[in-house]
DNA sequence: CTCTTGACGCCGG
DNA sequence: TCCGGCGCCAAGA
């Protein structure tokens, strides 16, 4: 795992404004390299430091759904949900 | 080298 | 909406 793409990820997930969120997916075509399941495993292992919960699947579940901990950061952030669900119509961040 | 495992995604049924 | 199936691809065993 480059330490550059690792850098990349994790800079456009800083950049995530509050009540915004971003699919997995999004950011590897954003960035135009990697994949959804690379970005993910970005995520899994250094993503402690950044607004992980910003970071969803394309049809706005949160990740780490059984904890129900970025639910309540998402809803602290006041984004546009569907139940327990992101409404990615609302919420996608488009990268500005 | 092969096989399994995921903080994934898209397409039917 | 909820599933199952399949593609995808880096890591770890």
Redesign the pocket.
């Known amino acids: ?1 480059p330490a550059e793409f690792v850098q990349r990820v994790l800079d456009v997930v800083d950049r995530i404004p509050p009540g915004k969120v971003i ?4 950011i590897a075509e954003f960035l135009g390299e990697g ?4 970005v ?2 970005v ?2 292992v250094w ?2 430091g950044v607004n ?1 919960h910003r ?1 969803v ?3 706005g579940t949160p ?2 759904p059984e904890t129900g901990e970025a639910l309540r950061l998402l809803r602290g952030d006041r984004t546009p949900m ?1 139940g327990n669900r992101v409404d990615m119509r609302a919420a996608r961040w488009d990268g500005n």
Not at 23 to 26: P, Q, R, T
Not at 35 to 38: E, F, I, M, T
């Open positions: 795992m699919a997995y997916g999004d994949g959804p399941r690379q993910g495993r995520m899994a993503g402690g992980w970071v699947r394309a049809d990740p780490l569907r």
